[in-house]
Structure formats: structure tokens, C-alpha cells
């Protein structure tokens, strides 16, 4: 799939699971957030297993994504846009995405785009550490370092986009050589269904670890 198609991916921007709750009891099995609450979807917000397989997602590729500004230090996984969209699988880490700008090995070339669930009604999920609800901003601040595998990234900036307005937002889109790019929903103090997505910029420390 071609860099045009994806500027479609709106739905990069479920990956913040808008209609995700958590609850405190501990389940004997199911999907967990970080803290090992039980996570309930509203329906429709599943991805198929049709879907999950064209995804070819892996929740854990060896890597770690950590922000130690925030604290937030979890696996790094990887997935494939399928049909404009991205929905990653799990709550408890961050994915890059492989379909879209250029690999790890490939960073000083173009864009590293990688993408998380942040959660609502106390369930916490890797991007929960990355905003501030009651301000409706980024916890991350320019200058912040960010660890994507073997690769630090400086963080230069953030912005709060409404998820209807991202396919429209080529900027976000352009292979640029050296920048990071990562996604998460903005969730709301009142703890109704996010329509904002945080988005986190970074440009890579070249030569750094």
C-alpha cells in the first residue's frame, strides 16, 4: 500500500481506544492494561480476526519504546495499516507501524510513525502516560528524549488534531528524513469518547543511544 492510501488512516486514531473502560478486578484471562485491570471494548471497536491477521501484528519485537521524562518504558511491537486503518491489538504497548514511512534501520531516511492506546475510566495504557486529561494536553515537553529500540529521538513538539481532520493533515503524513511521529487518542475529564488525538514530534539524535 502506497504512502497516498494511508493518509486515509484515520483510524490511526482508534488506536487510542475511544471506547475502551477498565475495571479494577483482575481477570483470569482477556486483555489487561498496564496495570492489570481488565479492559472492556465497546462493540465494534475489536478488530476482526480477519483484520488482526492482515495486521500481521506482533506485540513485542525484542525493543522497548521509553519515555523516561513521563516514565513510561514498555515493549515495542509493530503492525500493518489494513484497509486505512490501525487499531493495535494490545493495551500494553506501543507499535510501529511497517506499512507506513520507513523502518528502524532506515530512521535518518524518513519518518518512524508509532502509534498507542491511551484509556479511559481508570484503565491506564501506554499512552495515558504521555497526556494530561484534566489539561487536554501533551505530558511530553520539547526536549524530552524519546528511546525507540537503539534510536533517541528529541521531541520538538506536540498537537491535538480532532480525528476528522487528520487524513486532511498531509504534514503529518510526509516521509520526512530524521522525525518520529507518535499517536495516541486525547482522552476527556469527563471520561466520555475521545474525538481529539494527541500527536508527539521528534527528530532523531544522530549517532546517539
Not at 26 to 42: R, T
Not at 62 to 85: N, T
Not at 139 to 156: E, K, M, N, S
Not at 162 to 188: E, H, I, M, Y
Request: overall charge neutral; hydrophobic content about 45%.
Amino acid at each position: 500500500m502506497g504512502t497516498a492510501a494511508l493518509i486515509a488512516a484515520t483510524v490511526i486514531l482508534a488506536a487510542g481506544a475511544a471506547g475502551v473502560i477498565a475495571t479494577r478486578a483482575v481477570p483470569a484471562s482477556g486483555p489487561v492494561d498496564l496495570k492489570g485491570n481488565v479492559v472492556h471494548l465497546d462493540p465494534g471497536d475489536t478488530p476482526s480476526p480477519q483484520i488482526l491477521q492482515r495486521m500481521h501484528a506482533v506485540t513485542n519485537t525484542g525493543s522497548r519504546f521509553v519515555v523516561p521524562s513521563v516514565g513510561l518504558d514498555v515493549p515495542l511491537g509493530s503492525l500493518d495499516v489494513v484497509d486505512d486503518e490501525i487499531t493495535p491489538p494490545g493495551f500494553t504497548s506501543a507499535y510501529r507501524v511497517d506499512n507506513l514511512g520507513v523502518p528502524l534501520s532506515r530512521a535518518a531516511q524518513g519518518t518512524v510513525f508509532v502509534v498507542m492506546h491511551s484509556l479511559r475510566g481508570g484503565g491506564v495504557g501506554p499512552g495515558n502516560y504521555l497526556i494530561d486529561v484534566d489539561a487536554g494536553t501533551s505530558r511530553v515537553h520539547p526536549g524530552a528524549i524519546i528511546r525507540v529500540g537503539d534510536l533517541t529521538y528529541t521531541v520538538t513538539g506536540s498537537q491535538t488534531l480532532r480525528k476528522s481532520a487528520v487524513p486532511d493533515k498531509s504534514s503529518l503524513w510526509a516521509n520526512t528524513p530524521g522525525r518520529l511521529v507518535v499517536f495516541t487518542c486525547l482522552q476527556v475529564p469527563a471520561q466520555t469518547e475521545s474525538v481529539d488525538n494527541l500527536v508527539v514530534f521528534a527528530r532523531l539524535e544522530v549517532g546517539a543511544k
